[in-house]
């Protein structure tokens, strides 16, 4: 079993930045793939980012490439989202889940899912 805890969301203003952070605890953190998703009032749920177990790889959604930075501290069982440029199109709900199957943007590919953490962003 994991537990994850998402931190880090806010209001903030268009061109601000913010810092998610998601805190494992359970099984070996640093054995799987990382993700982080969104799901705003409305929509479905989409893939934002995703690291795989070393940190050697990451991926991004389109809407946020070239503006966010996705890592991970496995010493300290944590991830990071690291978004600049906000826009208020990003204003969601983030998740982090661990990665358990092939498909890094499928979330379906993953399980143990954190409460979330809300993102807000005006203009």
């Known amino acids: 079993q994991v537990q994850l805890v998402e931190s880090g969301g806010g209001l903030v203003q268009a061109g601000d930045s913010l810092r998610l952070s998601c805190a494992a605890s359970g099984r070996t953190f640093s054995s799987y793939g990382m993700g982080w998703f969104r799901q705003a009032p409305g929509k479905e749920r989409e893939f934002v980012s995703a690291?795989?177990?070393?940190?050697?790889?990451?991926y991004y959604a389109d809407s946020v490439k070239g503006r966010s930075t996705i890592s991970r501290d496995n010493a300290k069982n944590t991830v990071y989202l690291q978004m600049n440029s906000l826009k208020p199109e990003d204003t969601a709900v983030y998740y982090c889940a661990v990665k358990v199957k092939i498909g890094y943007n499928d979330y379906r590919s993953y399980e143990y899912w954190g409460q979330g953490t809300q993102v807000t962003v005006y203009r």
């Open positions: 690291i795989s177990w070393s940190g050697d790889y990451t």
